[in-house]
C-alpha cells in the first residue's frame, strides 16, 4: 500500500511561500514524476513528503492516515537522493543493512533482503566495496538497494540521474522502469528531463513556482496541455507558440503547433528561410526564420531534408493538431 | 609539466628550504646526543669535563624519579587526550548548530588558545584553585563544601584541567570544521533509514571524525608530551606532577650537570616515539582511509 494525498498542503521559508496551498493524491502502485523548472519546489516537495521538512499547514496523509507530524523514519518512505547519500565508511554491504539493523530485523533474514537485492540490482560482486571504489551508476544501484529492503510504502526519487552521463541514464531509466513494473510500489520521481518524464511517468505532475500547473498521464499533457507553460514546457523540441495575425485566424490570441506537426510543403500558408539545421539521421529540425510569426519556427522533418542554411521553405501546420489558447494564456477546447 | 627537467628543477628550489630543516633538527639532535656521552658541567670550573660512557643514562634511569616521571607524562598527557577530544567533539557538534551570536561564540571558544601557558596557568592559580579567594573555593563555599586546596589535593587534576582548557579550543576547532564538511544528505538519509539522534552520531558522525580526531591526537600528543611552563607556575614539581621534561629541568638545574640532562633528553625522544607509534597503530590507520 502507499497512497499520498496532500491536502492544503503549504510551506514558507521566513516570508516566503514556496508552496502556496496545494492539493494532490497519488495512487497506489502509481509512478509519479514531478517536472517544472529550476527553482519550483519539487525537491521542497518531495521533503514535505519525506518529512525531512515540516509542512506550514495542511495535511499529508499516507494510506489514508494522517502523517503531517510524523517523523520521516515512520512514514514508511524511502528516499534516493541525488548525490545518493551513501555512508562511505561502510562497505556497500553494511550500507545496504543500515536501515534493516536501524529497525532490528534479524540478522537471517537481513541477509536474504540483501541477497536478493543485490542480485536485482547486480551488485553481488562489490557487496564488500566501499561507496568510493564504484562507478557512479552502480553507487546509484546501492541507494537504491538501500530503499529496497525496507520495503518501503512508497519511493522518492529527487533526481536520481542528474549525476550520470547520458548513456548510463537511459539504463538506469529502464532499471528504475523495470523495477517499478516488479515492483508495484508507489514511486514519487523529481525531474527537470522531460525525457525521463514522458518515458517513465503513469502521471506527470507539472509545477510552476509551487503551483500545479497541470497533472495527468503523459499523453494527456502532450495532446491537450492546459495552458502556455504547459505546452511549452512537454515536448522536445518545444512547441512553437505563435501570436498576432495567424492566431486570431483562428479565433485565438496565441496559438501552439508542435515541431513535428508542420509539414515542408511546396505551397503553404507560412514562407520562411531555412537557419540551422540539425540532422538527426532519423529526424531533421529545421529552424526558420523571416515567417513573421515567431522570430524562430522550428520545424521536425522525417528523415533526410535535402535543404541547406537560406534555403526558402513553404510550410503548413496540421488543422488538427493546431493548439489554441486565450489571452490569459489557458486552452480554448 | 612534471616532467624529469621540471621535477629536478623543483628539487633544486626546495633544496635551501630543506637542508635549513634538516640543519635545524639535526644540530640539536647530534649536540642532545652528544653531550649525553660526557661529563660536561659548564657552570663548574671544579668538575673536569670528559668522555662519560653510558654512565649518565644510567644514573638517569636509576634515580626514584625517573618511573614516576614517566607515568606522571603519560596520565597527563591521555588525561588531556580524552577530555579535550570528548569535550571538543560535543563543542563541535553545539558550535555547528545555527544560534544567535554564532560568530562571536565562536571567536569566544577559540580564546584560550590565544593565552601564553605562563598566564593561563598564573591565572587559574591564582582566580580559580586558590584556597581562600578562587573563584572555584567561593563555589565550594556557596554550596556549603570545605574548600579544595587544589594544587595541593589534586595536582595531577588541576594540572590536566589547566591544559585541557588550553588545548579544547584547537581540538574544537578542527572537529567544527570535520563536522560542518559532513554531508547533510547522509545524516538526512539516516534519519529516514530509522537512525536515532544517537545512533545517528554514533554511525555516521563519529566515523566522519575519526579522520580529524586521529590528527588531534597526534599533534596534541606532540605537544603535550613537553609542557612546562604549566608545571612550573603552580606546583614546580612538587606533589607527583614532575614529568620527564620536568625531571630534565630538575637534574640540569640542581647539579648543572648538562650530561645527564640530555641523557634524560634522549629518554624523552625515545619516550615520545614510543607513544607516536602507538598512537599511529590504534588511530593512525584511520589516516590511509
Ligand atoms: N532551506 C531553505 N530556505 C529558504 N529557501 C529555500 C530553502 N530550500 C529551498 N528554498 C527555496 O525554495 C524554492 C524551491 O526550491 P527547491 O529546492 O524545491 O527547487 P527545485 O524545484 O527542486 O529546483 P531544482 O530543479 O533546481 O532542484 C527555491 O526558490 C529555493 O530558493
Ligand atoms: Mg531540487
Not at chain 1, 489514508?64 to 562511505?88: H, I, W
Not at chain 1, 537481513?110 to 557487496?127: E, G, M, P, V
Not at chain 2, 621540471?6 to 633544496?15: D, E, L, Q, T
Not at chain 2, 582548557?165 to 538519509?189: H, K, R, Y
Amino acid at each position: 500500500m502507499g497512497q499520498i494525498t496532500l491536502e492544503k498542503v503549504t510551506k514558507r521559508f521566513g516570508d516566503v511561500e514556496v508552496i502556496p496551498p496545494l492539493d494532490l493524491t497519488i495512487e497506489d502502485g502509481e509512478f509519479c514524476v514531478f517536472v517544472g523548472p529550476s527553482g519550483c519546489g519539487k525537491s521542497t516537495l518531495l521533503r514535505l513528503i519525506a518529512g525531512l521538512e515540516d509542512i506550514t499547514s495542511g495535511v499529508i496523509g499516507i494510506d489514508g492516515n494522517d502523517a503531517s507530524r510524523t517523523p520521516p523514519a515512520k512514514r514508511g518512505l524511502a528516499m534516493v537522493f541525488q548525490s545518493y547519500a551513501l555512508y562511505p565508511h561502510m562497505s556497500v554491504r553494511k550500507n545496504i543493512a543500515f536501515p534493516m539493523k536501524m529497525a532490528g530485523v534479524p540478522q537471517d533474514e537481513q541477509a536474504r533482503r540483501i541477497d536478493s537485492a543485490a542480485k536485482a540490482l547486480n551488485l553481488t560482486d562489490y557487496l564488500d566495496r566501499r561507496p568510493g571504489q564504484l562507478s557512479g551508476g552502480q553507487r546509484q544501484r546501492v541507494a537504491i538497494g538501500r530503499a529496497i529492503v525496507r520495503e518501503p510504502a512508497a519511493f522518492l526519487f529527487d533526481e536520481p540521474l542528474s549525476n550520470l552521463d547520458a548513456a548510463l541514464r537511459v539504463g538506469m531509466r529502464l532499471e528504475i522502469s523495470e523495477l517499478h513494473e516488479r515492483l508495484k510500489t508507489t514511486m514519487i520521481y523529481v525531474t527537470h528531463d522531460q525525457v525521463e518524464a514522458m518515458t517513465m511517468a503513469d502521471k506527470i505532475v507539472v509545477l510552476r513556482a509551487g503551483h500545479i500547473e497541470q497533472v495527468g498521464t503523459p499523453l494527456e499533457l502532450y495532446r491537450a496541455p492546459r495552458n502556455l507553460f504547459v505546452a511549452g514546457f512537454i515536448g522536445s523540441p518545444k512547441m512553437n507558440l505563435i501570436e498576432g495575425d495567424a492566431a486570431r485566424q483562428h479565433d485565438a490570441a496565441t496559438i501552439g503547433v508542435r515541431p513535428e506537426h508542420i509539414d515542408v510543403v511546396d505551397d503553404g500558408p507560412w514562407q520562411g528561410k531555412v537557419g540551422v539545421a540539425e540532422h538527426l539521421g532519423s529526424d531533421t529540425f529545421l529552424h526558420v526564420h523571416g515567417t513573421g510569426l515567431a522570430d524562430i519556427v522550428t520545424v521536425r522533418a522525417t528523415g533526410e531534408v535535402g535543404l541547406r542554411h537560406g534555403d526558402t521553405v513553404s510550410l503548413a501546420p496540421r488543422a488538427e493538431h493546431i493548439h489554441r489558447f486565450d489571452a490569459s494564456g489557458l486552452r480554448i477546447a | 609539466m612534471a616532467t624529469q627537467h621540471s621535477r629536478s628543477a623543483a628539487r633544486f628550489m626546495m633544496a635551501p628550504a630543506v637542508i635549513l630543516l634538516l640543519g635545524w633538527m639535526l644540530v640539536p639532535l647530534t649536540m642532545t646526543l652528544w653531550f649525553s656521552f660526557r661529563n660536561y658541567f659548564p657552570l663548574r670550573p671544579d668538575r673536569v669535563p670528559g668522555w662519560a660512557g653510558f654512565s649518565n643514562f644510567e644514573r638517569f634511569i636509576s634515580s626514584s624519579a625517573f618511573w614516576p616521571s614517566v607515568q606522571t607524562t603519560l596520565v597527563i598527557v591521555g588525561g588531556v587526550l580524552v577530555i579535550t577530544i570528548v569535550l571538543g567533539v560535543a563543542l563541535a557538534l553545539l558550535l555547528d548548530q545555527p544560534m544567535w551570536g554564532q560568530g562571536i561564540v565562536r571567536i569566544l571558544v577559540i580564546a584560550p588558545f590565544f593565552v601564553m601557558p605562563t598566564v593561563s596557568a598564573l591565572v587559574w592559580k591564582n582566580m580559580f584553585m586558590d584556597p581562600t579567594n578562587g573563584l572555584l573555593a567561593h563555589l565550594w563555599r556557596f554550596f556549603g563544601a570545605e574548600p579544595l586546596a587544589w594544587l595541593s589535593e589534586a595536582p595531577t587534576v588541576s594540572i590536566v584541567m589547566i591544559v585541557s582548557w588550553q588545548w579544547l579550543p584547537f581540538a574544537t576547532l578542527i572537529l567544527l570544521t570535520a563536522v560542518q564538511s559532513l554531508d547533510g544528505e547522509q545524516l538526512e538519509a539516516s534519519e529516514m533509514d530509522g537512525a536515532s539522534p544517537l545512533s545517528r552520531f554514533y554511525h555516521i558522525i563519529l566515523p566522519h571524525l575519526s579522520r580529524a580526531i586521529t590528527i588531534v591526537v597526534l599533534i596534541q600528543t606532540i605537544f603535550l608530551l613537553s609542557i612546562f611552563a604549566e608545571i612550573y607556575v603552580t606546583t614546580g614539581g612538587a606533589f607527583g606532577t614532575r614529568t620527564l621534561t620536568y625531571l630534565i629541568f630538575q637534574r640540569v638545574l640542581e647539579s648543572q650537570n648538562v650530561g645527564l640532562g640530555s641523557a634524560g633528553g634522549v629518554y624523552a625522544i625515545i619516550l615520545a616515539n614510543i607513544v607516536a607509534i602507538f598512537l599511529m597503530r590504534i588511530v593512525g590507520k584511520n589516516l590511509d582511509r
